[in-house]
Nanobody, 118 residues
């Protein structure tokens, strides 16, 4: 079955950086667009970024554009989210997902907590 396992979250000061990883198994990874989403406490889950199967196309939420970068390594079945210039409002649980529509997913990871202190 499809499994997505995130890692790399943690506590960082505002202005700092983190890189999240999502290791995928149980699927032909290169055939699928992948995405990152986040959910802050008391808020709905929101789209952060997505990447095409080949890695040639990416999209970002306006709130992270210019600060976050999504990439993938199809040889390692892994998708990454490089997060720079982090802000306290980036604090959330971050999830990776296999996309079936531009912002809709059918498989999700368990999430990794990112906390940005001011």
């Amino acid at each position: 079955q499809v499994q997505l396992v995130e890692s790399g979250g943690g506590l960082v000061q505002a202005g700092g950086s983190l890189r999240l990883s999502c290791a995928a198994s149980g699927l032909t990874f290169r055939n699928y667009n992948m995405g990152w989403f986040r959910q802050a406490l008391g808020k709905e889950r929101e789209f952060v970024a997505r990447i095409s199967g080949s890695g040639s196309s990416t999209r970002y939420a306006d709130s992270v554009k210019g600060r976050f970068s999504i990439s993938r390594d199809n040889a390692k079945n892994t998708v990454y989210l490089q997060m720079d210039s982090l802000k306290p409002e980036d604090t959330a649980v971050y999830y990776c997902a296999r996309l079936v529509t531009p912002s809709g997913a059918d498989y999700w990871g368990q999430g990794t907590q990112v906390t940005v202190s001011s």
